[in-house]
């Protein structure tokens, strides 16, 4: 079968540093995506690993361990328009599993 | 804007009824998906159509089907309409097969009533 976890909720302060984690059992691994997803919004795309280690781009930054089938995302000097879903996605022979996604609340 | 359209933004109906979401996808992209998104759940994947051919399926209803046409444009149908189908229904489209990155359009809110 196919699992992906995620936590449900998460807070944390305007500023501050978060890391969402996220672990996978899937049969078949192509490559995993985190997407954010604010309330009523579609999905947008923050990143894509394919290769263990950390992907970097500006304050969100992504690791993986495929060995470990683990990733996390890192959101740094959060913002109050940091506060939505991040959902986590394998892609996997032929199609794009989503876990349920993690909410953030960012306060200031 | 991802470039994805779809249409209608809302629809309200009753249990029973049948109705038609439809899906442009990017300019260039041959792929198109189906997401459902019901309350505190996940995007569940319901079916992808690649140049016009189905290609991957994952937990659609059979009183769920869907279609790709020469012009690429896709159209989820859903009838015998239940409660519980009352969910945001998302169209996603990319340039190959292989479920790489997606561009979301900004969904359907289906209601039944």
């Known amino acids: 079968g196919q699992n992906i976890d995620q936590p449900t909720e998460m807070t944390a302060t305007e500023g501050a540093i978060v890391q969402i984690n996220c672990t996978y059992q899937t049969s078949g691994f192509n490559g995993l995506f985190w997407y954010q997803q604010h309330a009523g919004e579609a999905p947008t795309f923050l990143s894509y ?7 970097e ?14 990733s996390y995302l890192l959101l740094k000097e959060l913002q109050m328009k940091d506060s939505a879903s991040y959902l986590c ?8 599993i989503f876990g349920t996604g993690t909410r953030l609340q960012v306060f200031p | 804007d991802s470039g994805v ?9 009753a249990t029973g009824q049948r109705v ?6 990017r300019s260039g992209d041959l792929s198109v998906y189906w997401y459902q998104q019901s309350l ?3 995007l569940q994947f319901l079916i992808q159509y690649y140049n016009g051919e189905e290609r991957a399926k994952g937990n659609i209803l059979e009183r769920f089907s869907a279609q790709q046409f020469p012009d690429l444009h896709s159209e989820l149908n859903l009838s015998s309409l239940e409660l ?3 969910a945001l229904y998302f169209c996603a489209s990319s340039v190959g097969d292989r479920s790489e990155k997606l561009f979301f ?9």
């Open chain 1, 57 to 70: 781009k500006g304050r969100f930054s992504s690791f993986l361990s495929r060995s470990k089938g683990y």
């Open chain 2, 40 to 42: 505190d759940q996940g």
């Open chain 2, 84 to 86: 519980g189908d009352s």
């Open chain 1, 49 to 55: 690993n394919v290769l263990d280690g950390l992907e």
């Open chain 2, 105 to 113: 359009g900004s969904g359907t809110q289906l209601s039944v009533l």
């Open chain 1, 89 to 96: 996605a394998v892609s996997v022979t032929d199609k794009l």
């Open chain 2, 20 to 25: 038609t979401l439809r899906c442009s996808p």
């Open chain 2, 5 to 13: 359209t779809q249409t209608p933004k809302h629809l309200i109906t």
